[in-house]
């Protein structure tokens, strides 16, 4: 049987793009672009690399996973039921949307296949306790169980071939986080003497111990070098300030790069900020990883 690296098609290695930009050219830094938003038009970037360990794992069976109203990640996963030929199944946070006209990126969960199955947002937080586990599997019978933004021992995993692209060609290599898979995939892939950085989009001061355990899960122990700077969470995921819209505009006029909002913008904003406070090394190669694309709907805020 075919493995779903092969019938999916990505584009790997992404494409590692030097942008010139006076920000930090005035400190001596380089900055790179790690375009994994242009691994796969329906699976962009960690989306395709969390996924493809845990859709072999799957085997052809449904999937049953995990996402807010405008998860990209729900999205990411019914494109590969639609292309692979699966069933999925998106258990979507919030009761209250059941009875309410699908949004834009629910509307195209639903036309990739996806059974849509809408719960209050007291369950959705018990999503991991037995309890909740064995009352989705009773309605839904034999599925593959993916976690809330695909973030598991698998995708840890899928994402170390990230860093292992990056290996010689970079000193720092930098992604937002949500749920910590990307990180603990990427520090593990990078060769000594790099270094990983991190900057959440949600607040709370959790992911540092997601990421030390999801390391612990997929590669048996700490892997890597890695750290976090949760000072550009503007707010939580999904916010945003007049600063941050302000940035990512000025952004795409100088590089026409499509910036996206909830991950990316936060991102760029922080490396640009650390480049002025001296965080870089004069000399240093510093890339950013470009997980997304803007197209998808905007989310409101929480």
Request: aromatic letters at 6%.
């Amino acid at each position: 049987m075919n493995r779903p690296e092969t019938l999916l098609r990505p584009r790997v290695p992404s494409p590692l793009q030097e942008v010139r930009d006076d920000r930090f050219a005035r400190h001596g830094i380089t900055l790179l672009l790690k375009r994994d938003d242009l691994i796969h038009p329906d699976l962009p970037g960690n989306k395709f690399r969390k996924l493809v360990l845990n859709l072999e794992a799957a085997a052809g069976r449904a999937v049953l996973t995990f996402g807010g109203a405008y998860s990209n990640h729900l999205r990411a996963t019914a494109a590969a039921g639609r292309l692979l030929g699966f069933p999925t199944v998106g258990v979507v946070r919030g009761d209250e949307l059941a009875h309410r006209p699908l949004n834009p990126s629910l509307a195209r969960c639903a036309a990739d296949g996806m059974r849509l199955h809408f719960v209050d947002r007291t369950t959705y937080r018990a999503k991991g306790s037995p309890e909740v586990l064995e009352g989705l599997l009773s309605l839904f019978g034999d599925v593959e169980v993916i976690p809330e933004g695909g973030s598991n021992a698998l995708a840890a995993q899928g994402c170390a071939a990230l860093g292992r692209e990056l290996r010689g060609l970079t000193d720092v290599a930098a992604v937002a986080c949500g749920t910590g898979g990307t990180l603990a995939g990427l520090a593990a892939g990078l060769d000594d003497g790099q270094r990983a950085l991190g900057v959440p989009v949600l607040r709370g001061g959790f992911l540092g111990e997601t990421v030390a355990r999801l390391q612990e899960q997929a590669f048996g122990g700490p892997a890597g070098h890695w750290s976090l700077d949760e000072r550009f969470t503007f707010g939580g995921y999904a916010r945003t300030t007049p600063e941050l819209d302000a940035f990512a505009a000025d952004f795409e006029d100088r590089h026409g790069l499509p910036v996206e909002r909830v991950y990316v913008a936060k991102l760029l904003y922080a490396l640009t900020a650390l480049a002025q406070e001296g965080a870089f090394a004069p000399g240093s190669r510093v890339s950013a990883v470009i997980t997304g694309t803007p197209d998808a709907p905007a989310a409101p805020a929480p």
